[in-house]
């Protein structure tokens, strides 16, 4: 779309390691071929994937605007960008930047590229990326071009492939840790980036680092592969490794990684990431994304397996030079303070609200005299003139030390403590001082329906809702409450990382008389800190709209009835689940339309609200259908299977998570054939001949999945489970009765017979 | 080779007072997509009211984007054309600046702003958004002045007005153009 595409790849010639360069030259002709129509739309797709060129909502050229689904009229005589994807619809670009280091001139760049190609605004995501919204794909080469100029690619930033490694922001300046972990995770970054045992997995790949065990900021344990930096003594002296955890992942259900190694020297740090990668390659799933990540192959070889078949595969590896040559390299990376350590002076006249600031958003680094400053960005959202800004502040008061962070913010290190006053007056001026990093205001979101393009709810718009009122109520400074972390995912994949916030939201969708109505499903009890040590449970399904108040009420309970140093996690497991459900309860029923149609919008909306292009239905005129009421059994059920896990009931537990599946599958098959099978055999037969072989059941992106959690739990009903597979299967039923909700809306809106 | 500048922005700027809250713009934008409201193909909505002195809410197009803008902390329409335009420099900012206007104007009459926003007919700011084309300095600004005169003198009459470069050199050309009696401090 941009005239000036053309001229870029001359104007940067000289300014590219060439094989960025040639790869973009590459990911061009690609783009050329397929204009043509020379490649396959699905060969298309997963190609500019890999080069970080998302796809976003609405490109299939339809959008509902609040009255109608309409065909958007982009212009004709174009090909695909992949199945059902118009070329000249708007996209994203995700920027990879491993463990978040970033310089003054990238940053100046990415302000440019949010300019001229974007809307202004480049976005922070939950794995230290960029991304740019609302780009033309036609742009991306040149973007592409822009950025390897001052060495950034955006190779395997989506896609089947290693996503950004992340790594903990304060790596190299952290109290707590081990030792710095920054040039292990760039090692791994660069080592991995195309390599070719990496080409054919069946799903993405994360991976993470951490200087230490205890704290949070890398969250490994929810990750496909993490490292947490270790030192044993071997033989007499100290030497570095790391502790292993693979298998984890949040995603539909969140799996907590198990420890694979306890100390892994660092010389075998590239060889076992090979040796996962060929395992993987060999024995993951390949045909059904959806069982497709390694923490299901984890599971279903267990652990042991998975390990022996992993060693084995590193005894066959041939030795690759770069192993020693990476890690030769390693001591030479070093991060160097501007200006000599200071100290901050505790007379000087400071600037208005300099105390909360440094209180919230300044970290003492364990070099004294040095500080680590983050920069919150709200939703992770910063402008180009900011970026600039923040590019000035870090030549002017580092050695241009800055870092994204998993919390979708950035941190400037280094900064001599003498100097964080007038760093503070330059960032205030800059609107850039907002005193609430880390704090329960710092909300993390998802894009959700704002771009993405599997997004139910809108998880920004209710994130900025919150984060309004948190800090008109002063929730930030409340100390009993402003450390907790809310985060938000507008649909269940978890990109929000729901399931580690003390208190966690999703976005799903009710029917109500005919009408879809956003909601959220409300998890508790997460675990933020010990590397994302344990995931929430989901309480129940509150209207969008009732979602503040809702926050509000664990907020003020959690204020006046903790104890002593209780943490809301431990006050969770002491009220119990029951008590959570029962305080929020009133708020789950939905008024009719007539009476307040302001629950039938979404936050930051002005749409009535969609899941697709749903009409009026048959049960139209009835105020709550038989198979409304059998779903919301069957949601009590799931609750109370938590409750029984809660109890530590697994069998039970399990076996009632089973039931709530069954009995939501009664409910289809009520609706739809008039049949009311008892017998759990018939109901499964049924259920799978009528709405899985039809794929009626079938949700658009994820397809059968949600069935075949209903199908593993009828196979092994009355095999034993362990807590974490009953937890598991809980999370399953949840996930399946969010689908029928779905299936049934889909079916009401169907045209009579059809 | 001096290479032709395309995809100008033109931001007009609103009167004080202005309104507080941006929030009506979002059913605005809605609705305009709902009635085809502008000669572009109009895509979505995009809230950004949460950034200081962000984007504000956009009103996202194929060929542009149309916007309640709160860049420098100053609120005014900004038309964002990404497709090219044809014809002399002339043409491309009179498409911009009519394109910006009539939003202006459609603006101003909706129920959500009616007597609440009103825009400034005698100034504006124009934007040269690509660094390549028209690069931030001082031989771009006078090599494309005279275009930017003749355009001018068309809307406001000649020798009326004044033009500026304004920003700092990393920005894109940024040039405030106002009626000599309404020239405001440029920052």
């Keep these: 779309m941009k005239a000036s ?28 071929l397929r204009r043509q129509g020379k490649i396959d739309e699905r060969v298309f797709a997963e190609t500019r994937l890999r080069r970080g060129v998302y796809g976003q909502r609405y490109d299939s050229g339809q959008r509902h605007d609040g009255i109608r689904t309409r065909t958007l009229a982009y212009p004709e005589g174009k090909p695909t960008k992949g199945p059902n994807t118009v070329w000249d619809a708007p996209g994203m670009q995700r920027i990879k930047i491993p463990f978040g280091g970033l310089n003054a001139r990238q940053l100046e760049v ?60 304060l790596a190299g300046v952290c109290r707590d840790q081990v030792f710095d972990v920054t040039p292990y995770a760039k090692m791994m970054a660069y080592y991995l980036l195309g390599h070719p045992e990496c080409q054919d997995f069946g799903r993405k790949f994360k991976i993470a680092f951490s200087g230490c065990k205890e704290n949070p900021c890398a969250l490994v344990r929810m990750h ?91 005894a066959g590896l041939r030795p690759d030079p770069r192993w020693e040559q990476m890690l030769r390299e390693i001591p030479t990376y070093q991060e160097r303070p501007l200006k000599d350590p200071g100290l901050l002076q505790i007379t000087a006249p400071r600037l208005e609200g300099f105390e909360r600031w440094y209180a919230r958003n300044v970290y003492r680094q364990r070099q004294p005299g040095y500080a680590t400053v983050t920069i919150a960005l709200p939703l992770g959202d910063i402008t180009a003139a900011q970026l600039r800004r923040v590019a000035d502040l870090a030549r002017k008061y580092t050695r241009e030390t800055v870092r994204t962070t998993v ?21 205030k001026a800059a609107q850039l001082a907002e005193p609430v990093a880390g704090s329960i205001a710092d909300i993390v979101a998802c894009p959700g329906t704002d771009t993405c393009k599997l997004g139910i709810a809108s998880s920004r718009g209710l994130a900025a809702e919150l984060r309004q009122r948190l800090l008109a109520q002063g929730a930030d400074q409340d100390a009993a409450v402003s450390n907790l972390h809310i985060k ?114 979404d936050w930051s909306d002005a749409r009535e609200f969609t899941i697709g292009d749903l009409g009026v239905g048959e049960c ?135 | 080779m001096a290479k032709q500048p395309d995809h100008i922005n033109v931001k007009i700027f609103a009167l004080e007072p202005t309104p507080e809250d941006l929030a009506g713009a979002i059913p605005v934008f809605h609705r305009w997509i709902q009635q085809n409201a502008a000669p572009e193909l109009l895509i979505d909505v995009a809230d950004y009211r949460h950034v200081p002195a962000g984007p504000g809410v956009i009103l996202v197009g194929l060929e542009a984007n149309y916007s309640l803008d709160l860049t420098e902390n100053r609120l005014g329409l900004l038309y964002n054309r990404k497709k090219p335009v044809a014809g002399s420099l002339e043409d491309k900012l009179r498409q911009a600046y009519e394109a910006a206007s009539a939003a202006c104007r459609r603006l101003e009459q909706e129920p959500e702003f009616h007597r609440k926003l009103h825009f400034d007919p005698n100034s504006c700011e124009v934007i040269f958004n690509d660094r390549l084309l028209a690069p931030n300095t001082l031989e771009t600004f006078e090599r494309l002045r005279s275009g930017m005169e003749q355009f001018f003198a068309e809307l406001w009459g000649r020798g009326t007005f004044a033009l500026e470069r304004v920003g700092e050199p990393r920005e894109r050309l940024r040039v405030r153009a106002a009626v000599r009696s309404s020239l405001t401090p440029l920052i």
């Design chain 1, 488 to 601: 938000i995912s507008g649909c269940f994949n978890s990109c929000g990382q729901h399931h580690v916030a003390d208190i966690g939201f999703y976005g799903v969708s009710r029917n109500k008389n005919g009408y879809t109505v956003p909601h959220f499903q409300l998890l508790v009890g997460g675990q933020w800190e010990e590397n994302a040590g344990s995931y929430g449970l989901a309480i129940g399904a509150i209207p969008a709209k009732r979602v503040p108040e809702a926050l509000e009420r664990f907020i003020r309970r959690y204020r006046s009835e903790r104890a002593f140093g209780e943490s809301f996690q431990s006050f969770i497991q002491r009220i119990g689940k029951a008590e959570c459900k029962r305080m929020v309860e009133d708020l789950m029923p939905v008024p009719p339309h007539e009476e307040d149609p302001s629950f039938y919008v």
């Design chain 1, 407 to 427: 919390e979708q913010n950035l941190v400037l290190r280094w900064v001599s403590e003498a100097d964080l006053p007038a760093l503070y007056a330059e960032l």
């Design chain 1, 5 to 32: 595409n053309p001229f870029w790849k001359d104007q940067l010639e000289d300014q590219m390691p060439p094989q960025l360069a040639a790869e973009i030259d590459v990911f061009e002709h690609e783009l050329a």
């Design chain 1, 620 to 754: 139209a005129g009835e105020l709550v259908s038989p198979v409304d009421f059998q779903l919301a059994a069957c949601e009590r059920e799931a609750f109370e299977a938590q409750l029984l896990l809660e109890a530590g009931q697994i069998e039970r537990a399990a076996q009632t998570a089973y039931k709530a599946m069954m009995h939501g599958a009664q409910a289809l098959l009520r609706f739809k054939l008039g049949a009311f099978p008892e017998d759990p055999e018939a109901v499964y037969q049924q259920f799978r001949t009528h709405f899985y072989d039809t794929q009626l059941f079938f949700d658009p992106f994820a397809q059968g999945k949600f069935a075949h959690y209903y199908f593993a739990a009828h196979a092994r009903n009355g095999a034993p489970h362990d807590p974490e597979s009953a937890r598991r299967q809980i999370e399953e039923a949840q996930l399946f009765l969010e689908a029928a909700h779905s299936c049934y809306a889909r079916m009401l809106a169907a045209p009579a017979g059809g």
């Design chain 1, 224 to 314: 496909d592969m993490g490292f947490i930096a270790a030192v044993r003594e071997v033989d007499g002296a100290l030497r570095r490794g790391f502790e292993v955890y693979v298998g984890g992942g949040l995603g539909t259900v969140p799996y907590q990684a198990k420890l694979f190694a306890e100390f892994l020297p660092v010389e075998e740090l590239l060889p076992l990431a090979v040796a996962v990668a060929r395992v993987y390659t060999k024995y993951g799933e390949k045909k059904n994304r959806n069982t497709a990540r390694i923490k299901f192959l984890v599971h279903k070889l267990g652990l042991e397996e998975f390990k022996q078949r992993v060693e084995q595969e590193r």
């Design chain 1, 110 to 169: 990415i302000a440019e590229l949010a300019e001229e190609y974007a809307d202004g605004v480049a976005h922070v995501t939950t794995r230290q990326d960029f991304q740019l919204h609302f780009v033309h794909i036609d742009d991306t080469p040149t973007i592409m071009r822009r950025l390897a100029a001052v060495g950034i690619t955006t190779r395997e930033a989506c896609g089947n492939s290693i996503r950004n490694v992340t790594a903990c922001p």
